[in-house]
C-alpha cells in the first residue's frame, strides 16, 4: 500500500478533528446533586481536600488568595497564575459547587516480561473506516457497565464534562481509587494548566433514558454510586509541554490521564471500585491492532443527537491513525459518538473474555464519521506506576 503524505492528513485533520469534549451543553435538570443525604456514597461536602505547604507557598508567590481559591472564587486562569507542571493538580472540595443548575448547564497492569511486537503500527494510517451508529449501552450500568461514569469540572470557558473510568490499582486490589480519562479534560497543555472543580460520577443514570426522563427519576438512579472529588491527577509530559484544546493535534498520541479520588468516611470506608461495583485492568501492552479483532468505545456523548443523559457505544474492528510517524500510531474505529464521550474507555476482550481497558476516546471528526484514541504504551506505564506507587501507602 501506497503510504499516505504525512502532510497531507495532518492539514485535513487540524481543519476536521475535534476533541470529543462537551462544554455549556448538557442535559436539562439531571439533578445529580439533589438530595444528597441519600447517597451514602456522596463525597460533595465531605472534608476538605487539604493543600499540601509547597503548593500553598507556590499559589501565593504567583498571587493567589488562598481563601478565594477554596471558595472556587479564584478565576484568574492566566497561564502565569495557573498550575500547570506534574505534581501541581490541586482540588479543594467547594460543597454544593456542582449543585443541579450547574449540572443542567453542563454539556457535552500486569508487568509483561517480553513487550508486544507492535512495530508494524509504527507510523501507519490506513484507509478511514466506515461509519459505526452508537448504540445505548444496555442498562443498568451498575451491572452491565460499573465503573463508566461522567466526569465534570471548570475551565476558562465555563463548566464542561467527559466521560471517564475506573481502574483497577495494583497497590489496592479490589479497592482502586483510580479513574482513567483523557488529557484534554483535565489539562489545557502547553497554554493552560489544571483544570479545576474535578469531579466523577460513576454509573450515572444507571438506568439509561433520555434527559426528559431524567428530571423525574429518584436519586439513586441519577447517582447511584456518589460523586467522588479528585485528590490527585497525572497527564503525560507530552501533553503538559505541547499539548493543546481542540482540536488536540498533534499530542493525541499522548491525550490520556490518571486521577486519584477522595473517599470520604460517608462511604463506610469503602473504595471507589468498591461503590461503583467494578473496575479494569488497564493493558499497557496491547497488540499489534490487526492481531485485535474488536475494540468497544464507551462514553456519555452530549452534542446532537445525543443528549447526555444515556450511556453508548461503538464496536468495530480497529485501524490505525498517524499524523506523526514519530509518534505513536492511534486508534482508529467507526463511530458517531459526539462531544462528551472524551475520555470515556476503549476495551478488548482480555484472556479471561473481561474487558481491558486499551485507550481511551480522543477525538473525532464533525460531523462525527469516526473515532481516535491513544496507543497506552510506555509513557501511560510510567505515569500509572507513578500514581500507583505514590498512593500504595495510603487507604
Given at each position: 500500500?501506497?503510504?499516505?503524505?504525512?502532510?497531507?492528513?495532518?492539514?485535513?485533520?487540524?481543519?476536521?478533528?475535534?476533541?470529543?469534549?462537551?462544554?455549556?451543553?448538557?442535559?436539562?435538570?439531571?439533578?445529580?446533586?439533589?438530595?444528597?443525604?441519600?447517597?451514602?456514597?456522596?463525597?460533595?461536602?465531605?472534608?476538605?481536600?487539604?493543600?499540601?505547604?509547597?503548593?500553598?507557598?507556590?499559589?501565593?508567590?504567583?498571587?493567589?488568595?488562598?481563601?478565594?481559591?477554596?471558595?472556587?472564587?479564584?478565576?484568574?486562569?492566566?497561564?502565569?497564575?495557573?498550575?500547570?507542571?506534574?505534581?501541581?493538580?490541586?482540588?479543594?472540595?467547594?460543597?454544593?459547587?456542582?449543585?443541579?443548575?450547574?449540572?443542567?448547564?453542563?454539556?457535552?497492569?500486569?508487568?509483561?516480561?517480553?513487550?508486544?511486537?507492535?512495530?508494524?503500527?509504527?507510523?501507519?494510517?490506513?484507509?478511514?473506516?466506515?461509519?459505526?451508529?452508537?448504540?445505548?449501552?444496555?442498562?443498568?450500568?451498575?451491572?452491565?457497565?460499573?465503573?463508566?461514569?461522567?466526569?465534570?469540572?471548570?475551565?476558562?470557558?465555563?463548566?464542561?464534562?467527559?466521560?471517564?473510568?475506573?481502574?483497577?490499582?495494583?497497590?489496592?486490589?479490589?479497592?482502586?481509587?483510580?479513574?482513567?480519562?483523557?488529557?484534554?479534560?483535565?489539562?489545557?497543555?502547553?497554554?493552560?494548566?489544571?483544570?479545576?472543580?474535578?469531579?466523577?460520577?460513576?454509573?450515572?443514570?444507571?438506568?439509561?433514558?433520555?434527559?426528559?426522563?431524567?428530571?423525574?427519576?429518584?436519586?439513586?438512579?441519577?447517582?447511584?454510586?456518589?460523586?467522588?472529588?479528585?485528590?490527585?491527577?497525572?497527564?503525560?509530559?507530552?501533553?503538559?509541554?505541547?499539548?493543546?484544546?481542540?482540536?488536540?493535534?498533534?499530542?493525541?498520541?499522548?491525550?490520556?490521564?490518571?486521577?486519584?479520588?477522595?473517599?470520604?468516611?460517608?462511604?463506610?470506608?469503602?473504595?471507589?471500585?468498591?461503590?461503583?461495583?467494578?473496575?479494569?485492568?488497564?493493558?499497557?501492552?496491547?497488540?499489534?491492532?490487526?492481531?485485535?479483532?474488536?475494540?468497544?468505545?464507551?462514553?456519555?456523548?452530549?452534542?446532537?443527537?445525543?443528549?447526555?443523559?444515556?450511556?453508548?457505544?461503538?464496536?468495530?474492528?480497529?485501524?490505525?491513525?498517524?499524523?506523526?510517524?514519530?509518534?505513536?500510531?492511534?486508534?482508529?474505529?467507526?463511530?458517531?459518538?459526539?462531544?462528551?464521550?472524551?475520555?470515556?474507555p476503549w476495551f478488548i476482550k482480555g484472556a479471561d473474555g473481561k474487558p481491558v481497558l486499551v485507550s481511551n476516546m480522543?477525538?473525532?471528526?464533525?460531523?462525527?464519521?469516526?473515532?481516535?484514541?491513544?496507543?497506552?504504551?510506555?509513557?501511560?506505564?510510567?505515569?500509572?506506576?507513578?500514581?500507583?506507587?505514590?498512593?500504595?501507602?495510603?487507604?
Amino acid at each position: 500500500m501506497r503510504p499516505i503524505r504525512r502532510s497531507v492528513l495532518a492539514a485535513a485533520a487540524l481543519t476536521a478533528v475535534v476533541a470529543l469534549t462537551a462544554t455549556g451543553c448538557g442535559p436539562e435538570g439531571d439533578n445529580a446533586d439533589a438530595k444528597p443525604s441519600q447517597s451514602a456514597a456522596d463525597t460533595s461536602g465531605g472534608g476538605e481536600i487539604k493543600i499540601p505547604q509547597d503548593i500553598q507557598d507556590k499559589l501565593k508567590e504567583h498571587g493567589v488568595d488562598l481563601d478565594k481559591w477554596k471558595n472556587g472564587e479564584w478565576k484568574n486562569w492566566d497561564r502565569d497564575k495557573w498550575l500547570r507542571e506534574a505534581g501541581e493538580f490541586i482540588n479543594p472540595i467547594i460543597k454544593n459547587f456542582w449543585n443541579p443548575d450547574k449540572i443542567e448547564k453542563v454539556k457535552p497492569p500486569k508487568d509483561p516480561s517480553k513487550p508486544e511486537d507492535i512495530s508494524e503500527d509504527q507510523g501507519k494510517t490506513d484507509p478511514e473506516p466506515a461509519a459505526v451508529p452508537a448504540q445505548a449501552v444496555k442498562t443498568p450500568y451498575t451491572a452491565t457497565a460499573p465503573g463508566v461514569g461522567l466526569l465534570l469540572f471548570s475551565t476558562p470557558q465555563g463548566e464542561s464534562r467527559c466521560s471517564a473510568t475506573v481502574v483497577k490499582d495494583p497497590a489496592h486490589p479490589g479497592k482502586s481509587n483510580l479513574v482513567w480519562t483523557a488529557a484534554h479534560c483535565v489539562h489545557a497543555g502547553k497554554n493552560g494548566g489544571w483544570y479545576r472543580n474535578m469531579m466523577f460520577v460513576p454509573n450515572f443514570n444507571r438506568t439509561g433514558g433520555t434527559a426528559d426522563q431524567l428530571k423525574t427519576k429518584p436519586f439513586e438512579d441519577r447517582v447511584p454510586s456518589g460523586k467522588w472529588w479528585a485528590d490527585d491527577m497525572a497527564t503525560s509530559n507530552e501533553w503538559i509541554k505541547d499539548g493543546g484544546a481542540v482540536p488536540g493535534v498533534p499530542m493525541a498520541p499522548y491525550d490520556f490521564a490518571l486521577m486519584h479520588v477522595k473517599p470520604e468516611e460517608s462511604t463506610g470506608g469503602k473504595s471507589l471500585e468498591e461503590v461503583a461495583g467494578g473496575a479494569y485492568e488497564v493493558d499497557f501492552n496491547a497488540p499489534a491492532m490487526a492481531k485485535i479483532p474488536s475494540l468497544t468505545a464507551q462514553g456519555y456523548p452530549a452534542e446532537a443527537p445525543f443528549d447526555g443523559a444515556a450511556q453508548q457505544q461503538c464496536t468495530d474492528k480497529p485501524t490505525r491513525l498517524s499524523m506523526d510517524a514519530k509518534k505513536p500510531t492511534m486508534y482508529r474505529i467507526g463511530c458517531t459518538m459526539t462531544g462528551g464521550s472524551s475520555g470515556g474507555p476503549w476495551f478488548i476482550k482480555g484472556a479471561d473474555g473481561k474487558p481491558v481497558l486499551v485507550s481511551n476516546m480522543s477525538m473525532g471528526p464533525r460531523p462525527a464519521r469516526w473515532s481516535a484514541g491513544p496507543h497506552l504504551g510506555p509513557e501511560a506505564k510510567t505515569m500509572f506506576d507513578t500514581m500507583s506507587k505514590k498512593w500504595a501507602s495510603k487507604s
